[in-house]
């Protein structure tokens, strides 16, 4: 059964991955969720990596509670429907079917997938932070473009996994990706000065 | 005791399980020793396909069960073959 389930989320038959559209999708909201606070508390000079780490983590924890249980409604509702669809052509209840199975299994592994990857992508950036508490990074000025390294990075990655999946030049789609990062940063910036 | 060693059904069923996938579980029945199956008609959603079963003896329910456990209705049984205990002497008389 998990076999013919990660082969409908990995290769549907529309050529729709939803795997990948959900990592890549939530990875990028986690990355730039953590950069805007990275950037935020560097700018507002931020001196305790704490005062971070809490942030950083609460939005974290937000976004995986949000992804989960707003994916898995959304989905549920969606494959329900279609399932009703179907229930309408075939003119049978179909209870118990392959099919009204997979209504919740691919709703819960699609709503795991997306709220976890926007709070692993989110909790890598707030690495560093946790590094300046433990003290294996004294500096944390250090902390803090290291977190802000790390995003650019992710970005980059995830950009350049775009790149592939669409077949065109991979550093041009990382390089894209990582202009919206520098663009999220400096608007966060701006606004901080506007708003201090 | 009488034995079904071929069926002929004409089946309902939606795309998804696709029809490789499909004739691979309707064949991995235990009653069930080869299975043939063909497209007959493509809807947008649901697809007619007919499926001829070979076994030593078929459970029809068995097949029932799993058609409607792949989502798919059976539409009707177009042709069954049994075969009886009783053995028939056929005298061809005519040669």
Same mark, same amino acid.
């Given at each position: 059964?998990?076999?013919?389930?990660?082969?409908?989320? /990995?290769?549907?038959?529309?050529?729709?991955?939803?795997?990948?559209?959900? *990592?890549?999708?939530?990875?990028?909201?986690?990355?730039?969720?953590?950069?805007?606070?990275?950037?935020?508390?560097?700018?507002?000079?931020?001196?305790?990596?704490?005062?971070?780490?809490?942030?950083?983590?609460?939005?974290?924890?937000?976004?995986?509670?949000?992804?989960?249980?707003?994916?898995?409604?959304?989905?549920?509702?969606? =494959?329900?429907?279609?399932?009703?669809?179907? =229930?309408?052509?075939?003119?049978?209840?179909?209870?118990?079917?392959?099919?009204?199975?997979?209504?919740?299994?691919?709703?819960?592994? *699609?709503?795991?997938?997306?709220?976890?990857?926007?709070?692993?992508?989110?909790?890598?950036?707030?690495?560093?932070?946790?590094?300046?508490?433990?003290?294996? *990074?004294?500096? /944390?000025?250090?902390?803090?473009?290291?977190?802000?390294?790390?995003?650019?990075?992710? /970005?980059?990655? /995830?950009?350049?996994?775009?790149?592939?999946?669409?077949?065109?030049?991979?550093?041009?789609?990382?390089?894209?990706?990582?202009?919206?990062?520098?663009?999220?940063?400096?608007?966060?910036?701006?606004?901080?000065?506007?708003?201090? | 005791?009488?034995?079904?060693?071929? +069926?002929? !059904?004409?089946? +309902?069923?939606?795309?998804?399980?696709?029809?490789?996938?499909?004739?691979?579980?309707?064949?991995?029945? %235990?009653?069930?020793?080869? +299975?043939?199956?063909?497209?007959?008609?493509?809807?947008?959603? @649901?697809?007619?396909?007919?499926?001829? !079963?070979?076994?030593?003896?078929? @459970?029809?329910?068995? @097949?029932?069960?799993?058609? %409607?456990? !792949?989502?798919?209705?059976?539409?009707?049984?177009?042709? @069954?073959?049994?075969?009886?205990?009783? %053995?028939?002497?056929?005298?061809?008389?005519?040669?």
């Amino acid at each position: 059964m998990f076999e013919k389930l990660k082969e409908k989320l /990995l290769f549907e038959k529309s050529g729709e991955n939803i795997a990948q559209r959900y *990592i890549v999708l939530n990875g990028f909201d986690g990355v730039l969720t953590v950069l805007g606070i990275t950037v935020g508390s560097f700018s507002t000079q931020v001196d305790n990596p704490a005062v971070v780490i809490s942030a950083c983590v609460g939005t974290a924890v937000g976004l995986l509670a949000s992804g989960i249980s707003g994916a898995y409604i959304t989905e549920t509702s969606q =494959r329900l429907r279609g399932f009703k669809e179907l =229930r309408a052509k075939m003119l049978t209840d179909m209870e118990g079917s392959v099919q009204e199975k997979n209504i919740q299994s691919e709703s819960l592994v *699609i709503s795991l997938l997306n709220g976890f990857s926007s709070f692993m992508f989110a909790m890598l950036g707030t690495v560093p932070f946790f590094l300046s508490t433990l003290g294996i *990074i004294p500096m /944390l000025n250090v902390a803090y473009y290291s977190s802000m390294l790390i995003s650019g990075i992710l /970005l980059a990655i /995830l950009g350049g996994y775009l790149g592939r999946i669409a077949k065109e030049s991979i550093p041009f789609y990382a390089l894209k990706m990582v202009l919206v990062g520098v663009g999220t940063a400096a608007l966060m910036y701006g606004l901080q000065l506007f708003i201090l | 005791m009488t034995e079904i060693k071929k +069926l002929i !059904l004409d089946v +309902l069923k939606p795309h998804d399980p696709e029809i490789i996938e499909f004739t691979k579980e309707m064949c991995a029945l %235990k009653s069930v020793s080869s +299975l043939e199956s063909s497209v007959e008609e493509v809807d947008k959603e @649901v697809e007619t396909v007919q499926i001829i !079963l070979y076994g030593e003896d078929i @459970v029809y329910d068995e @097949v029932k069960k799993k058609v %409607k456990e !792949l989502g798919a209705s059976i539409h009707s049984v177009d042709g @069954v073959v049994a075969e009886g205990d009783r %053995k028939v002497e056929i005298n061809d008389q005519s040669r």
